[in-house]
């Protein structure tokens, strides 16, 4: 299967490290969700996500879906008391309104044509059940003082995803797609493991850099054959942003929350 970040084994433990940097950005505004009793991660990949979940609703049923059973070994080992589900989002082994909160986060920018996904979470949805859609909007990176060769390498990753048939752009568009399934949305923000001047921490700022350098990174094997900046001019320009207390990276990560009549 052709997937922009591959299934090697490094992918899994680049998500593990990527969840816990994320984990404090990703959960701002959830009290509205009261405490769901069925959760369903779409998409848990090595299950990085379900073990966040799992400590935030403790006594929830919780059930993690991933197409690929390299993912899901790796979910299967990190987590316990979670149900792991081998399946395609596109038709899940789930009975209507099942579920009274479903997470995706990272998933849609991967598929062709979201709806078949959203009109099934519609399905196993119950009334007044939440939707939580965490996604890219990759045009919004931005970098200070400019770092040309990682943006250019940047294109070229997002030109892949796209060859790939994902879109990288997806973050944006949740609130329509959201209006389309008639789902109310509650809140619509940006997030993201952002650098500026007041991140003085060295070890945190380097945490920041090596988070998108290991994103980009992600991509290198589907990238093979295509033209891009060599990843060593790419490190060093980033890098350099650890010990500049100047430098700014701005990237808008959307997250969408939204509740079905
Ligand atoms: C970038 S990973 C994110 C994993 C996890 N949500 C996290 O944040 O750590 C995206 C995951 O979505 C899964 N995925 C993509 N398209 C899918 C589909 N149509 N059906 C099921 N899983 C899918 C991939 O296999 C991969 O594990």
Redesign the pocket.
């Known amino acids: 299967m052709s997937?922009l970040?591959s299934?090697a084994p490094g992918e899994q433990e680049r998500?593990?490290r990527?969840?816990e940097l994320i984990q404090p950005l990703l959960y701002q505004g959830w009290e509205q969700l009261g405490q769901p009793s069925n959760i369903l991660?779409?998409?848990?990949?090595?299950?990085?996500?379900l073990t966040f979940l799992q400590q935030r609703y403790p006594k929830a049923r919780l059930v993690g879906?991933?197409?690929?059973p390299e993912?899901l070994e790796t979910a299967r080992q990190r987590t316990q008391g979670v149900e792991l589900v081998l399946?395609?989002?596109?038709t899940m082994p789930f009975q209507d309104s099942s579920f009274d909160l479903v997470c995706?986060?990272?998933?849609l920018?991967?598929?062709a044509d979201p709806e078949p996904?959203l009109s099934e979470i519609n399905r196993i949805l119950r009334p007044g059940g939440w939707v939580c859609l965490s996604e890219v909007h990759n045009p919004s990176m931005y970098f200070y003082p400019e770092c040309p060769r990682a943006l250019e390498f940047w294109k070229a990753y997002n030109r892949r995803q796209k060859e790939l048939g994902g879109n990288p752009e997806i973050g944006v568009q949740l609130p329509y797609l959201a209006r389309e399934q008639g789902w109310e949305m509650a809140s619509f923000r940006t997030f993201a493991p952002n650098l500026y001047g007041h991140t003085t921490e060295r070890t945190e700022r380097e945490q920041i850099v090596q988070f998108w350098l290991d994103l980009m990174a992600s991509a290198l094997e589907q990238l093979k054959g295509q033209a891009h900046p060599a990843f060593p001019e790419v490190e060093l320009e980033l890098r350099a942003l650890v010990d500049n207390p100047r430098a700014v990276i701005d990237y808008q990560a959307r997250q969408m929350l939204a509740r079905k009549p």
């Open positions: 997937y970040h299934y998500l593990r990527q969840a991660e779409i998409g848990c990949g090595s299950g990085a996500q879906l991933d197409r690929s993912q399946s395609q989002a596109e995706l986060y990272w998933v920018e991967h598929v996904i």
